[in-house]
């Protein structure tokens, strides 16, 4: 557009040219607006980072002393445990379900996605009240004479590995489901006929073929388990996000608290690194025939086995625990079900509400941007602003809040130097704060369906438009926001049920007095009140299961 081609009359080249400083023009606040935005979820980051230049040596010492140690070892074994574990499940279940025939196949198929709808601190909470040592099952169980002295105690290592792959084992079944089903059976045939067996088919061809695909779901989920607050916190396992709360809260440090969360941000942004590179070189070759027309069909021992295993995972991961609930909140039903309740549920509503309009506002703004000037300042710009998602909670609250004491600091020093008076801090603990960060971390997740629905407009019907004389914003408004609905309305859903569910920046920002769904989970989990956290938890499933039947519909569309 910007370089005329020679080919044209003068009176062509004038009118491109023309139109082309036109653009120029009338994109640049477009431009900067993207900047801005980028801006916003930038400084948090570079704050964090700073922190370093403050000396907090006393805490350090405090930490290196009591738990630091304890820190790197949980979060190396969680680390590890997580990664085995969700490869192997995610990678097994995958490969059932998209190459191999079997009973209760095509129920298992979208089903063993449903675990995505359930919160790892909720599904941690349950599983310790279920077997912990005075759990209704242990106890039953004694009651009943059986010797439980040999079984490994919930409260360990092992016993939050386990949670941690139950919750989010799905996003290596998704990806890998998608890559198995894209290589088909005939590249499998091809390998039988080289004379390898089922086995060796399977580890020699369809297994690196899927590798970039597998390796980015393990490294979502590695990022998930860096980033979770709610179920080490349940565990009383110590990792880098409950030292950060307690170091903030606790030791009234944030400086030292900035410096855990950067250390924490850098076990994140290789996670993120690595999930970027293979997810660029996971690229799948559709089969000419489709993995529905020829699958293993499985029988015999095999058979049984898949059943098992797949229903085994489903089961402890997703039915146990929603029946498990169900059966708390009709106990506590009554007791809980007060004006309490439902004002928790109100400031869990109007802060998804307003959080969910002002990103998908947001993402609106940068997908159009870079749709006017889709260059390399454009690129990086969404790129800045769609990477709070990979930002755990406690990390991004850390930020912010250093930002906001400091120009809270600020403002107020200009306001006493000019009127006089004592004036009290004006952002700090207000909820302008905690939408800030809602929208910070959740940039990402509306910019994702706005961008796909974007994809789908014909350039030509803009063009055209610009050809009768319509702005950029009659653009916007007349012709692409109609076709944009489906996708707005997804991305403000996904963005609504995020931050339902959202636990650490909630408990470290909110104002005095706003509660939510997730943070009175917290407490009523803080003190083991596992029944009368059902009832909070229940509603977050159901809100949960709004994506997740979002992600079962396109699945099923391959």
Known sequence: MENADPGLTKNEIHQQTGLSAWLNVNTRYWRYSS???ALVIAIPILVVFAAWLQPAGDVWQHLADTVLVELLTNTFSLLIGVGLGVLFIGTGLAWLTA???FPGRKFLDWALMLPLAVPAYVLAFVMVGLFDFSGPLLTGLRARGFELHLLPEI??????????????????????????ISQGRNLLDSGR?????????????????????????????????LADFGAVSVFNYDTFTTAIYKTWMGLFNITAAAQLASILLLFVITALYIERRLRQRARYEADSKSSNELRF????????????????????????????????????IAQELDSRYFRFLFNTLFLGLLAAFL???????????????????????????TVGYALPGSV?????????VWLDNKFLEILQTTTGFEIQPILTGSILVLIVAYVTRFMAVAYGPIDSAFSRIRPSVIQAARSLGAGNWKILWRVSMPMLSGGLLSAMLLVFVEVMKEMPATLLLRPFGWDTLATRIFELTSEGEWERAALPALALIIAGLIPVVLLIKKSQER
């Not at 146990?320 to 009709?330: E, K, M, R």
């Open 99 to 101: 190459m191999c025939d």
């Open 155 to 180: 409260r360990s290592t092992p016993g939050i590995i386990l949670v941690m792959v139950l919750a989010f084992y799905p996003y290596v079944y998704m990806l890998a489901r998608l890559a198995f």
């Open 193 to 225: 006929v080289l004379g390898l067996g089922p086995w060796a088919a399977f580890y020699k061809v369809a297994l690196p073929m899927a590798r970039p695909a597998i390796a980015a779901g393990v490294a979502l989920a590695l990022m998930e388990t």
């Open 396 to 404: 991004l609250a850390v930020g912010i809040m250093l930002v906001v």
């Open 35 to 37: 900047l801005l935005i």
């Open 359 to 385: 990103a998908s506002f947001g993402a609106l703004l940068l997908a159009y941007t870079y749709r006017l000037r889709p260059d390399r300042f454009t690129k990086i710009t969404v790129r800045l602003a």
């Open 297 to 332: 069909v499985l029988t015999g021992v095999q058979k049984f086995s898949a059943i098992i295993f797949s229903f085994s995972v489903l089961i402890i991961a997703f039915v146990v625990p929603v029946i498990q609930l169900f059966v708390w909140a009709w106990e506590v």
